[in-house]
T-cell receptor, first 113, second 114 residues
Framework: GQQLNQSPQSMFIQEGEDVSMNCTSS?????WLWYKQDPGEGPVLLIA?????ELTSNGRLTAQFGITRKDSFLNISASIPSDVGIYFC?????????????FGTGTLLAVQP | DAGVIQSPRHEVTEMGQEVTLRCKPI?????LFWYRQTMMRGLELLIY????????DSGMPEDRFSAKMPNASFSTLKIQPSEPRDSAVYFC????????????FGEGSRLTVL
């Protein structure tokens, strides 16, 4: 089935460092989203991107919708301990019988104080 | 406002037993989704409803799984009979509309089948 390849799988960094992760697909998406999952919780939406080339920020987070519509990246600047968690990209296409949201494989982020 | 509410948070059962997971979506959200999360397969969409009607159940693994939404404020996911490979975290999510991809997830139900 459809898969989104997310990298890296995991990152172990020091507090204050910047983080970058990305997501690629063999198919085009109309929407790219980034979610974060804290331990024992459900994923929470961080950023949504709806236009190719779009660059959007949410505090220390910045995400871009790739111009080819087949990729997206998420940057976190000046990481802090509460950034720990699993980050998922998600892609969605419009039209057709259904509009499934496909999730990436996740990037585990650990931040050492 | 209350978010998506799921119950139980944890369930441990023996193989062959029936399992029922419950979900209350956010009031006013027309879409409800059931996802399963495992280490091997990540987050998989099992089924989703629009206005209480199942729209896509192609992700439901097999006939042992069934989902219902009798009204706008309640949905169930049932597994009968359960098997050890069903062990996973099951998430319910709801949304106002489909095209935005903005889902609001519950805290999940962690199922362990022995």
């Amino acid at each position: 089935g459809q898969q989104l390849n997310q990298s890296p799988q995991s990152m172990f960094i020091q507090e204050g460092e910047d983080v970058s992760m990305n997501c690629t697909s063999s198919s085009i998406f109309n929407t790219w989203l980034w979610y974060k999952q804290d331990p024992g919780e459900g994923p929470v939406l961080l950023i949504a991107l709806y236009k190719a080339g779009e660059l959007t920020s949410n505090g220390r987070l910045t995400a871009q919708f790739g111009i080819t519509r087949k990729d997206s990246f998420l940057n976190i600047s000046a990481s802090i301990p509460s950034d720990v968690g699993i980050y998922f990209c998600a892609g969605q296409r419009y039209g057709g019988a259904t509009n499934k949201l496909i999730f990436g494989t996740g990037t585990l982020l650990a931040v050492q104080p | 406002d209350a978010g998506v509410i799921q119950s139980p948070r944890h369930e441990v059962t023996e193989m062959g037993q029936e399992v029922t997971l419950r979900c209350k979506p956010i009031s006013g959200h027309d879409y409800l989704f059931w996802y399963r999360q495992t280490m091997m397969r990540g987050l998989e969409l099992l089924i989703y409803f629009n206005n209480n009607v199942p729209i896509d159940d192609s992700g439901m693994p097999e006939d042992r799984f069934s989902a219902k939404m009798p009204n706008a404020s309640f949905s169930t996911l049932k597994i009968q009979p359960s098997e050890p490979r069903d062990s996973a975290v099951y998430f319910c999510a709801s949304s106002l509309e489909l095209v935005t991809g903005e889902l609001f997830f519950g805290e999940g139900s962690r199922l362990t089948v022995l």
